[in-house]
């Protein structure tokens, strides 16, 4: 299938239009027009090989939500005209403890990655959701809930579940104590879902300006971490703190603030942080930990309750051929708090 999108043909030139195939639908698959594409945090840093292993050209976008348009021979949870969705991840092997146990984004073989990654049979590259129409097998297609808004839900399949899953693991329910560091893409969502998940949600912030924002997006308060008063008052005061800041930070602030058995749990920062002190590990058997998006078991559960809880990202609509500017924007922080493309902007 001959399709197009906007794709970076190295880490210096600007994303530009592009032309490409989508491979032949195998029985599983699943084939998709793309309605929207969030725009992550991590698209600008494989666009400009940040990391060190982008292949080009790249195709980015892994924040997808659109309607099936055909469905292969073996398929049986999809027909044509549904809303669905794809995230991070297009395949993984299926069969290692991690695939069973739901948790493919742990998977032993290697997860494929919706763009930058591999084809698992073809070896193909696949491209992702900056673009007209997608391919995938149906075990990594989400069922869109009905009355989720579609135009706002992309950013739940990447910034949501990031988020979402780190509140599950640590069991977070009514009356959990919350924390949440960086009020950006991935920042506000851990905020919606903990008030979601009935938690009592307080962001850290090194300012008082972010105050209003914090308890517009439903949570209890702002603590300044600047304030050494207030911080020491908040000692032990925390099950939970997602820290969401997307650079190399400091921790030790934090950590004293959870309760004994807290944790800490990384989201936003791949790669180095500050020399952590194990000060408040050891006197209070805290714990930090890392929690990279979520299974699609998971994926889906995390849809499933945005639509019942009636939780959207807070979005700003872009046409395709912004996408540059946008990138532009996201790194200054100039962004509430997600960009989505309108992918019908995009014309062949
Ligand atoms: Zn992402
Ligand atoms: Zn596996």
């Known amino acids: ?37 969030g725009i992550c945090h991590s698209d600008l840093h494989q666009a400009r090989n940040d990391w060190g292993a982008s292949r080009y050209p790249m195709v980015p976008g892994h924040e997808i939500v659109g309607r099936v348009t055909e469905v292969g021979s073996a398929v ?20 290692c403890d991690q695939c069973r146990a739901d948790q493919e984004q742990y998977c032993r073989n290697g997860w ?40 706002r839900a992309a950013p739940l399949l990447c910034a949501g579940i990031t988020t979402y899953a780190p509140l599950r693991a640590a069991g977070v329910g009514p009356g959990s104590r919350v924390g949440v560091v960086g009020l950006g893409g991935l ?74 058995d807290g944790t800490l749990a990384l989201v936003g ?23 990279l998006i979520g299974g699609i078991a998971e994926t889906q559960e995390m849809l499933d309750f945005c639509a019942r809880k009636n939780i959207l990202p807070d979005c700003e609509m872009i046409r395709m051929e912004q996408i540059n500017e946008a990138f532009v924007r996201m790194e200054r922080s100039d962004v509430r708090y997600r960009f989505v493309i309108d992918m019908t902007s995009l014309k062949a």
């Open 187 to 260: 920042g506000h969502m851990a905020v919606k879902l903990a008030v979601g998940l009935g938690a009592e949600v307080t962001v850290l912030s090194r300012t008082k300006d972010k105050e209003a924002d914090a308890l517009a997006l439903g949570a209890d308060r702002l603590l300044v971490s600047s304030d050494a008063a207030a911080m020491a008052k908040a000692q032990y005061s925390f099950d939970v703190i997602v820290d969401t800041v997307p650079y190399k930070h400091d921790i030790n602030a934090y950590m004293p603030l959870l309760d004994v």
């Open 1 to 37: 299938m001959k399709t197009f999108g906007y794709a970076a043909q190295s880490a210096t030139t600007p994303l530009a239009p592009f032309t490409f195939e989508r491979r032949a639908l195998r029985p599983n698959d699943v084939a998709m027009e793309i309605l929207y594409c």
């Open 269 to 291: 920062q791949v790669g180095p942080i500050a020399e952590p002190s194990t000060i408040p590990f050891i006197f209070a058997r805290r714990k930090l930990a890392g929690s």
């Open 112 to 151: 494929t990655g919706t763009y930058g990654g591999a084809d698992r049979i073809t070896g193909e590259p696949t491209y992702g959701g900056y673009s007209k129409h997608i391919v995938v097998r149906e075990e990594f297609v989400l069922q869109m809930p009905k009355g989720l808004d579609l135009a």
């Open 76 to 95: 049986s949870r999809y027909k044509v005209g549904d809303a669905a969705a794809v995230g991070c991840m297009v395949d993984s092997c299926q069969h």
